[in-house]
């Protein structure tokens, strides 16, 4: 069974390497999509605890990011290597993570599955 949870946070960033005008400072209101993946509990009745993702992705990704300045914290501050941060962040506490989804706008994304990095 899939489980899908989305998250928010506000940040700013600038993209160091990109030729245009997102080479200035400038935020986003950020969402993201936590993707599990496994068995329904047969007594709990559910593959993970809403409220326990919940205060997992708080406390290891949101109080980390909401209303920081990106750059301070991943040096090239992409959608994707937002992805692959935080899912770096929460693959040691939830083993059957399986995807981060991040929309930097509406409408587009990148999609995370724990593939190659890049160094």
């Keep these: 069974m899939i489980l899908r949870r989305r998250y ?3 940040a700013s960033h600038v993209l160091p ?3 245009g005008r997102c080479a200035r400072l400038h935020g986003h209101s ?3 999509v936590v993707e599990l ?3 329904i509990d047969p007594v709990q009745g559910f593959v993970f605890d809403f409220d326990q993702l919940d205060q997992i992705v708080e406390e290891h990704v ?3 990011l909401d209303h920081y300045h990106l750059n301070d ?3 090239n501050p992409t959608a994707e290597h937002i992805a692959i941060w935080i899912y ?3 693959r040691e506490m939830v083993d059957i993570l399986t995807a981060v989804e991040v929309f930097e706008v509406e409408g587009a ?4 599955r724990g593939e190659a990095e890049p160094e």
């Design 17 to 19: 390497h990109h030729p």
């Design 37 to 39: 993946d496994g068995p």
């Design 109 to 112: 994304s990148v999609l995370y």
């Design 73 to 75: 914290i991943i040096e």
């Design 8 to 10: 928010a946070f506000e």
């Design 88 to 90: 770096r962040r929460l």
């Design 62 to 64: 949101i109080a980390h």
């Design 30 to 32: 950020y969402a993201f």
